[in-house]
């Protein structure tokens, strides 16, 4: 075994070039699935994660038909004994409670459908990181009378700035149209362009004060301590309160569930390409070598030594390249990684696409230890998997047929 070793060291480093661009393409191949991995789980993560904290919470609570029908008078009965339940239970961190409706958004310029959201601006703050997408201007905590938040693309497409006024028009819980003047306190980007055109934000008592003469609250968005907890919850609440519904974050946001559920066969399916293209060049690169040898295997078989030691011997080659490429390519994820991880891979170059969809333009990678050696073992297999042609290739040189060919 040790000469079989020292042999396949010393072919490895006959031909400098091909060793090289091999080990290169190990390094790479290595390098590049798991930063691709790392890229993808990191914007899941990030998109996720920004849906939970930002606007959805781990579950919510609505009037059942509410969510079909969105009509104002769709409230949750019976908020106080919910609100009691949710501050009695361990498992929950915050909630907050929200009054919403569709209107028109009326400015100088133009007119636009939009969502309004009213919000109890304490809890809100404690529940959801909404207010960290504040870019100009104020939080609804100050005193402007009838303050009101709205997108920066939505500002922009009606030239409002700050300290301007607006009016919101809806309907009322009676049937009866109501209007509103709000004055802009701030601007918010969310990362969603779509998010930031449609949606506005404002205080839950001065909207209820124009929408009905008692109170109404159309959500309630509930924080977890832990995320694992939420089936639990939903099930408690719809089965101790009658007239509402209540849903995980995954039931209220389905594109966010099938993420979750496709995330893992996403990133299996770019790792395979990935490693599938790999393989080949090692395939090829390991025929080269095959062919330009042929002579030296048939000297080899001639003076003795047997098919299966030539056939460990190429193995060998193709094990010990694998495993001085995968250190250095390991070594160069990692570094990779922990480098991004701190400063982000910036697209703002395809900024105006991937806001529009609501994906994030900076992302962070992140990636599991399980993913990371899953990687690592996919691209040793691949390696030692597109060797065994080759190899088998040289088991079967017949000494004779080289000499009649020369």
């Known amino acids: 075994m040790k000469i079989l070793l020292t042999i396949a060291w010393r072919n490895i480093w006959r031909n400098k070039g091909r060793s090289g661009a091999l080990l290169a393409a190990i390094i790479i191949g290595l390098w590049a699935g798991v930063f691709t991995v790392s890229l993808m789980g990191g914007m899941l993560d990030q998109r996720i994660n920004f849906m939970i ?31 009691e339940w949710l501050e ?33 601006e304490v809890s809100e703050r404690k529940t959801t990181t909404f207010h960290e997408n504040l870019r100009k201007g104020s ?3 100050g005193d402007i009378r009838n303050a009101i938040l709205i997108g920066e693309k939505l500002a922009n497409d009606h030239r409002l700035e700050i300290g301007q006024r607006l009016v919101l028009t809806f309907e009322r819980t009676d049937g009866e149209l109501s209007s ?29 004060s124009l929408l009905s ?27 101790n309160f009658e007239g509402i519904e209540a849903k995980t974050w995954n039931e209220l946001s389905p594109e966010l569930g099938t993420l979750v559920a496709l995330g893992g066969f996403m990133l299996f399916l770019v790792t395979m390409i990935i490693m ?22 048939g000297m080899l078989l001639s003076i003795g030594m047997s098919r299966l030691r030539v056939f460990s011997m190429f193995i060998l080659e193709a094990v010990i390249l694998t495993i001085v490429g995968a250190i250095f390519g390991i070594l160069l994820a990692v570094l990779s990684i922990n480098f ?51 190899a088998w290739k040289a088991f079967r040189v017949n000494p004779m047929e080289i000499e009649k060919d020369t």
Request: hydrophobic letters at 45%; glycine letters at 6%; proline letters at 3%.
């Open 53 to 83: 904290e930002s606007e959805i919470t781990h579950l919510q609570i609505h009037h059942p038909d509410y969510r079909i029908e969105r009509a104002v008078d769709m409230f949750i009965p019976n908020t106080i004994e919910i609100r």
């Open 88 to 120: 009695e239970r361990e498992e929950i961190h915050s909630f907050t409670k929200r009054v919403l409706s569709d209107g028109m958004l009326q400015s100088p310029v133009k007119t636009s459908g939009v969502r309004i959201i009213g919000i109890n």
């Open 340 to 390: 991004f991880a701190r400063n982000g891979v910036n697209l703002e170059m395809f900024a105006g696409g991937i806001e529009e969809i609501g994906w994030p333009t900076v992302i962070y990678p992140e990636i599991t230890a399980e993913e990371f050696t899953y990687i690592v073992i996919i691209v040793i297999l691949m390696t030692i998997l597109a060797s065994l042609y080759p």
């Open 180 to 208: 509103g003047a709000f004055n802009i306190a701030g601007i918010f980007r969310t990362g969603s362009t779509q998010y930031d055109e449609r949606n506005v934000i404002v205080r839950s008592s001065d909207l209820m």
């Open 276 to 297: 599938l293209a790999l393989a080949f060049g090692i395939l090829n690169s390991m025929l080269m070598a095959l062919f330009e040898r042929i002579r030296e295997i």
């Open 213 to 239: 003469s008692y109170e109404v609250y159309h959500e309630i968005a509930v924080l977890l301590k832990d995320v694992d907890n939420a089936t639990y919850i939903v099930e408690e609440i719809n089965h």
């Open 139 to 141: 939080y609804l905590e």
